[in-house]
């Protein structure tokens, strides 16, 4: 690795929506960069963007130049797979926020507040960051995990049109303009979305599965099992995709192995690092979470055995780019 004085860090997708906010966080926490590599796409070569003083340019990403860094932090899922067998012939340490890893039973998860990583000569050299409302989810669920007491999950998503990036953003900022201007009396054709999300919500987040599920459940499912390690544990999720720029949230019912009471579900939160408890009079929103590092959990219910509640946090931040510094921190550390 490099020397104390500093790091060759690489960030794929310096341009987008995940991106950018990277480069915030590694500013806002003087993350030791002695170099930085901004790559994005072919369309953007040559561009500038700003970084804590200096003027960088923005650069394709090569897998031979990328091999050679000390970190790469990965935000754009079209370039990773691509550059995987050259970082892999590197010494490159990969932090990875786009899912192309998340699945992958060798690559360990890092959630702040949850996740540790090994140290020394075991730390891995690819880590995988959960995204999105994913955050929210692990975070409110993890203490009744670590109690032993959690025995079935459902929970329906709201998240915002960020979650698809700067492209999903254009459009729906694009399609909502041309129907406040009424430019057309037909639905506009989507590119990034299943259907145009403009003044609406679509219950698909993914592709549909033969069983009816969506890609994106499935996976969903299968992180928040590892986050949590709780490899049977029952999970029934509905991913929607709803028409905000950022922020999002989750409505989460669970049966537990014992009757909880709010307050006593409340101390158990209050433990959790990550999470934030909002007020009974306060309602978690997914513009409120914005402004916050934590995950607003709220509108808590119980009845005997079943607890429900909802958890709204910043995707972009707590739900990627917070995640993605915190690992990096822990690699060098």
Do not use: Y
């Not at 702040?112 to 999105?132: C, D």
């Not at 999720?237 to 989460?252: I, K, Q």
């Not at 101390?267 to 409120?288: H, N, S, V």
């Amino acid at each position: 690795m490099a020397a104390v004085t500093g790091f060759r860090v690489a960030v794929l997708g310096a341009t987008g929506a995940v991106g950018a906010e990277i480069l915030q966080v590694l500013e806002e926490r003087r993350f030791p960069v002695r170099e930085l590599l901004a790559c994005a796409s072919p369309d953007s070569e040559g561009d500038e963007l700003q970084f804590r003083d200096s003027t960088v340019k923005i650069v394709r990403a090569r897998g031979e130049v990328l091999a050679a860094c000390d970190l790469v932090l990965s935000a754009a899922p079209a370039q990773l797979p691509g550059l995987l067998p050259a970082l892999r012939r590197g010494q490159v340490r990969v932090i990875d926020v786009t899912g192309a890893l998340e699945t992958d039973p060798e690559v360990p998860l890092w959630l702040p507040g949850l996740s540790t990583l090994p140290a020394g000569s075991t730390r891995p050299r690819f880590v995988a960051v959960p995204r999105g409302v994913t955050t929210g989810i692990a975070l409110a669920l993890a203490p009744f995990t670590a109690a032993g007491i959690l025995r079935r999950v459902t929970a329906v998503t709201l998240e915002s049109a960020s979650g698809a990036g700067i492209a999903g953003v254009g459009e729906l900022t694009d399609h909502t303009v041309q129907v406040l201007n009424r430019m057309s009396g037909e639905r506009a054709e989507s590119e990034v979305f299943a259907q145009s999300l403009a003044f609406d919500c679509l219950p698909q987040i993914g592709t549909i599965e033969p069983d009816g599920q969506t890609s994106d459940e499935v996976r969903l499912r299968s992180v928040l099992r590892r986050l949590l390690s709780a490899p049977d544990l029952p999970i029934e999720l509905t991913r929607v995709r709803m028409p905000t720029l950022g922020g999002s949230l989750a409505a989460v019912h669970v049966r537990l192995a014992k009757p909880v009471t709010v307050e006593e579900a409340t101390q158990l939160w209050a433990a959790q690092p990550g999470i934030g408890l909002l007020g009974d009079e306060e309602l978690p929103t997914p513009r409120g979470s914005l402004g916050h590092d934590e995950a607003a959990v709220g509108r808590v219910r119980a009845t005997g055995d079943r607890l429900a509640f909802v958890v709204a946090l910043n995707d972009l931040r707590l739900g990627a780019a917070l995640g993605v510094v915190g690992a990096a921190e822990a690699l060098i550390a």
